[in-house]
């Protein structure tokens, strides 16, 4: 069974900074192409930042400079390092795994008060 499961939001002032991380079980996390999406409020959900099997990252460019995603394949996990936090990165997170196949963390809320 596979479980991507999320932690490190929380409610953060704006210029702060948080770290969330998904831990990913019942995958062979090395071999899959990882990432973060998050979803607004009222907004569709949208591509925060990729990193594939090989350590390639991309990022969405409202976020370039500002968040860094790495992963960890000995402890099957990603992160998302968020610094300079604004108001508009409010939302859920979600952790993602793709290959032939795609899986889903259940999310985790980000609040940043202005």
């Known amino acids: ?14 210029g702060g900074s948080l770290r969330l991380s998904c831990a990913a079980s019942g995958i062979i996390f090395s071999i899959f192409h990882m990432a973060w999406y998050r979803q607004a409020p009222g907004k569709q959900r949208e591509l925060v930042a990729r990193i594939t099997n ?11 400079g500002r968040f860094t995603i ?11 390092q968020m610094n300079g936090l604004k108001s508009e990165d409010t ?5 993602n795994a793709a290959r032939n196949y795609e899986y889903w963390g259940q999310g985790t809320q980000v609040t940043v008060s202005s």
């Open 91 to 95: 939302g859920v997170y979600y952790c």
């Open 70 to 80: 790495s992963r960890q394949n000995a402890k099957n996990t990603v992160y998302l």
């Open 1 to 14: 069974q596979v479980q991507m499961v999320e932690s490190g939001g929380g409610l953060v002032e704006a």
């Open 54 to 64: 090989g350590g390639i990252t991309n990022y969405a460019d409202s976020v370039k």
